[in-house]
């Protein structure tokens, strides 16, 4: 088998089980491009509450060494997010509050989807941007966008069979993915 060019992790901000954030990010595995492999993280609720001493002094935790696994072996990420009390979600600002002093999404190409209905996902959208600006991901505009999805559109698989959710999907992923692929620096080339 060979390996793929690009290689992108998709994170969603829900704890859910039933989410939509993470049946899209379920669905854009599915229709990534060739050549593109998507990853979804599976450790959110895993993380431990941030602590800074945690991070200075004390060993790599478990849950949090997963993480750095994941983004340091993409190329990109792809974050899909609900909004919450106005905000980000809590375990997800967590997962964020790990990435800060070390780097981890320091110029990494990232994008986001926003699944939520009309005028929903604003405020979190907003919070994250702040963020992603903070720890100077290279945020990908052309790959952000606003893809609503229906509360229960999932089917048993979890993933959705909307056509033109899949194609917006697929279109967002090859956004993403030419993004990291012009940042990639290969041997010999």
């Keep these: ?67 750095r696994e994941q983004l340091a072996a993409a190329d990109a990420v792809l974050f899909c997010t609900p909004e919450y009390a106005g905000t980000l979600p809590g375990s997800f600002k967590n997962l964020l509050d790990w990435t800060v002093g070390n780097g981890d999404l320091v110029d990494k190409p990232v994008a986001w989807v926003n699944v939520g209905g009309p005028g929903r996902g604003g405020g979190a959208l907003a919070t994250l941007q702040t963020v992603l600006g903070y720890v100077t991901a290279e945020i990908v505009v052309a790959a952000c966008r606003h893809v609503p999805v229906e509360r229960g559109s999932a089917g048993p698989d979890g993933t959705l069979a909307d056509p033109d959710v899949r194609a917006a999907l697929a279109e967002i992923l090859a956004a993403l993915a030419g993004a990291a692929g012009r940042g990639l620096r290969r041997p010999g080339a």
């Design 1 to 67: 088998m060979t390996e793929p060019d690009i290689r992108l992790l998709l994170v969603s901000g829900s704890t859910r089980g039933a989410s939509t954030n993470t049946a899209a990010l379920r669905t854009a595995r599915e229709v990534a491009p060739t050549g593109v492999a998507a990853t979804l993280y599976d450790g959110l609720s895993d993380l431990p509450a941030f602590n800074p001493d945690d991070e200075e002094h004390g060993p790599v935790l478990p849950a949090v060494a997963h993480l």
